[in-house]
């Protein structure tokens, strides 16, 4: 196949699965889908984006393709339930993302066969945003979406400081802040713990009625906050998104411990903390399992 008979297909296939969403909100359509909006849709289509990546993290060729259909699909239903209300058009968006691609690449577009590294295209694109499209703001902050879960919104806005050179300069500098606020850290547990009289292996809340220990408290979650920022600078300068990195050791961690709930269980061995050695064992069994 030839690439103008792929470009045929791919256009028709698009077609296709337009006149398919635009069927489902029809009069005839599917009462669930002529039910929807677009804020009552955007839970799905966050849901389907993480199924998306969750495959792409699985190298899952085939649930890949399926995934990114579904976020094709969920897409293009919310954008055509705008063109249904006269807010805009679906061809608006395809030519003014078109525009928006070629103005930021000029590298491509204007000046054709320019030697640019991609440290530069990221800074073109970023004063492209400011001083041709107007999008500057009064801090590069707010550029960050303040609706981003607080891990994502942590890395943009490391990011976009680091632009501005506000980094450090060496791993040394970045693990002497980290190791600065474990230290922070300790110092804000230990005075939660001499103000609720708590033994090493009791878990801290909020109290009511005692306003000094929820202030101690607070200061430890402000104290662990700046640890996790800290930690999540270091791994956006190692080139680690901290989200993929955190969704990773997520799925690890399931994996190794349902091995221990699986092996606790056929050897007869309570889950309590006379055990913990017992199930250390085994957790290990399941990260030498993993390296075989």
């Given at each position: ?39 009552s ?21 085939p ?42 690449h ?27 499209e ?48 474990i ?31 929820n ?65 250390m ?12």
């Open positions: 196949m030839n690439k103008n008979d792929e470009e045929n297909l791919c256009a028709q296939s698009f077609l296709s699965l337009l006149r398919t969403v635009k069927t489902l909100r029809s009069q005839n359509g599917c009462p669930w889908d002529k039910d929807q909006t677009p804020e849709l955007r839970r799905d289509l966050m849901e389907e984006t993480f199924e998306a990546i969750d495959a792409i993290t699985q190298n899952d060729t649930h890949i393709r399926e995934e990114l259909g579904d976020v094709m699909f969920n897409l293009l239903l919310t954008a055509y339930m705008y063109e249904q209300n006269g807010d805009f058009k679906l061809s608006e968006i395809f030519e003014e993302v078109n525009e928006k691609l070629i103005r930021r000029p590298h491509v577009f204007k000046n054709e066969g320019e030697k640019i590294t991609t440290g530069e295209v990221l800074t073109q694109w970023d004063k492209i945003k400011d001083d041709v107007g999008r500057k703001t009064d801090s590069v902050l707010d550029q960050v979406p303040q609706g981003f879960p607080p891990l994502l919104k942590a890395f943009k806005m490391v990011k976009k400081a680091a632009k501005k050179n506000f980094d450090w300069q060496s791993p040394s500098q970045f693990l002497g802040k980290i190791s600065e606020e230290s922070e850290v300790q110092e804000a547990a230990r005075k939660v713990r001499e103000l609720k009289k708590l033994p090493s292996d009791e878990p801290f809340t909020l109290s009511g009625g005692n306003e000094a220990l202030d101690a408290q607070l200061h430890l979650e402000e104290e662990i906050g700046d640890f996790f920022l800290a930690s999540v600078n270091y791994a956006r300068y190692l080139g680690v998104d901290p989200t993929l990195a955190l969704d990773r050791a997520n799925r690890k961690f399931y994996r190794r411990f349902s091995y221990v709930e699986k092996k606790m269980a056929e050897r007869g061995i309570p889950f309590s903390k006379e055990k913990l050695s017992a199930m064992n085994i957790w290990n069994e399941a990260k030498q399992n993993e390296s075989k």
